[in-house]
């Protein structure tokens, strides 16, 4: 199995995302993802005992790359990134965020849906952003036209992609990954159907391999 993120995205350019209050769930949830070789874990920051779930991934399983999503501030950068998130996702761009990031050498894909933004980002030394929220946002058609202007930048669309969408996106040779909550539907996680969650990674693993 490839070691670095950016490996794993070459092998499987879905990012699923978790939210999940309960630890053991979060865990379970992640176990079932990589059951169907999704192995790029966002641990959403949407709720008070979301960074416990994180911590559960982080401690309880081996083998996944697990992140924080929906970091708001630098505050909430640097706990999580003492909790051991091995890369930092934003709903924006925060200035502050993205140089704490870069200074400390982790990976940050913050959130950006106008030329404005994705330039900004492309000034402070990003070369990989999130596309929030995608569908919103302008879709592939956006990406395609900031693709022509932004060549050294690469996307990860997230918001609105599903398994209906995802070969549409990840065909773009300048998207990165694809992120989605599909892949971890409430009420499956809710009910302890786990073997969904594994059926719905393997088949974005499919039509990741059939786009690329």
Known sequence: MSNTLS????????????????????VRTAEAL????????EVVMRS????RGMEA????????????????????????RASGAEFIVSPGLVDEIALYCLDEGIPF????MTAGEVQRAYTLGLRE?????????????MLKAFGSVFREIRFMPTGGVSAGNLHEFLALPHV????????????AVASGDYAQITQLASEAVAIAKAAR
């Not at 952003?129 to 058609?141: D, E, I």
Request: net charge negative; aromatic share 4%.
């Open 34 to 41: 990589a059951a169907g070789g999704l192995t790029v874990i």
């Open 57 to 80: 991934i982080l401690a309880e399983t081996e083998g996944l790359i697990v992140g924080a999503g929906t970091v708001l501030t630098l505050d909430q950068a640097k706990s999580v």
């Open 109 to 112: 894909y913050p959130g950006t």
């Open 129 to 141: 952003v999130k596309f929030f929220p995608a569908s919103l946002a302008g879709g592939v058609p």
């Open 48 to 51: 008070d005992d979301a960074q």
């Open 176 to 187: 990165l990954a694809c992120g989605g909550s599909w892949l971890t539907p409430k009420d």
């Open 7 to 26: 490996e794993r995205l070459e092998a499987a350019p879905v990012v699923p995302l978790i939210g999940e209050n309960d630890a053991g769930r979060a």
